[in-house]
């Protein structure tokens, strides 16, 4: 109930500013700033954790201000400013480091590693989560040893490295199971169940997803069941659980969690063909994450955007394709194959691109169009080159050059 510990937040923030508390003052800074956090509220978050940085400076809390900074961090990672990020956090560390903090120093490699796998430099993030599980054994964190196995699965999955990271979620598991953490070995279950199905293991997956289930519902955890249920094809199921997520989220003011029950339902409407349906769900959670200023979500919306337009895209000239067939309009047909070579070659499919550009260029010399032979013969030259086909794209160039020539077509060919 997010209403009710802001209400108690605020109230504890009162007596001790009436107190003179200074260090509890900035401990209700830094709570606020974690609940505005979680509320989606990105802002607000990073002012309450700036008050509480600067109350800990202040009193010379060196291990207040190390959090502090790493809360920031933390709170700038989300929003995808990474290079501010990267400086709160390595602040941190060098404080932790002085004071020999050791859990705050893990905490630091941590949210390096998430840095770094935002970034998408794998082996760095996968350096600085050795470092952060090195520290938890020494120290003896348990907790935070699951976390960092679970960080270092979700690296390995990122980078397709699925066996790998099988083993790390089930030394997560080994480990939360052991210290009684229902809710991590729910997740780790649930972590587990996804990387079985991207190794094609529904069995297993659907065994890791029961067991998922369970758990959560025996500790009242809202898991995210629905992408769960769409990644093993339960496209029904998975719409159920997701628009009851939706409901809750709107319930308590999760802006955060609201935007990405819109962006899951989008892509399982894209999933199932509803290209209309999809595009309305991913505008809604466009709107929400413009709204809080989290840019890492925004980013995410539009490549969701682009990627049903261009399957909606697709999916209307086949239509339109079929009908030409119908009636012998070879123009027509040979325009669609144009336009599905663009929409594939926007999308990187490259080979699929040639295919239709060659289906293009087989019907505009069938029936005389040289200029559609020109234009089939550029747009072949372009999609070599970015195959790396030097040789095939300078031929393909010199071909659209010599037709353009011969009817006076002012071509901006490929060169």
Known sequence: NYEKAREYQEKAFAIRMEIGDKEGEATSYGNLGTLFKSLGNYEKAREYQEKALAIRIEIGDKEGEAASYVNLGSNLLTLGEFDEAER??????????RINARK????????????????????????????????????????????????????????????????????????????????????????LAACSYSLSKYDVAEDYYQKALSLSKDIGLNLEVGTLFQSLGNYEKAREYQEKALAIRIEIGDKQGEATSYGNLGTLFQSLGNYEKAREYQEKALAIRIEIGDKHGEATSYGNLESNLLNLGRTTIWRKHGQRMDIGDKPGEATDYGFLGDISRQSGLYDKAQECYKESLAIHTEIGDKIGGALSYANLAACSYSLSKYDVAEDYYQKALSLSKDIGLNLEVFQ
């Open 104 to 191: 705050i120093e893990a905490n630091c490699y941590r949210r390096l590693t998430a840095l770094f796998l935002s970034r998408g430099k794998f082996p760095r993030a996968d350096d600085y989560l050795e470092k952060a599980r090195a520290i938890r054994i020494e120290i003896g964190d348990k907790p935070g040893e699951a976390a960092d196995y679970g960080f270092l699965g979700d690296i390995s999955c990122q980078s397709g490295l699925y066996d790998k990271a099988q083993e790390c979620y089930k030394e997560s598991l080994v480990i939360h199971t052991e210290i009684g953490e229902r809710k991590g070995e729910a997740l780790s279950y649930a972590d």
């Open 88 to 97: 709160y956090i390595n602040e941190a560390l060098r404080i932790s480091i």
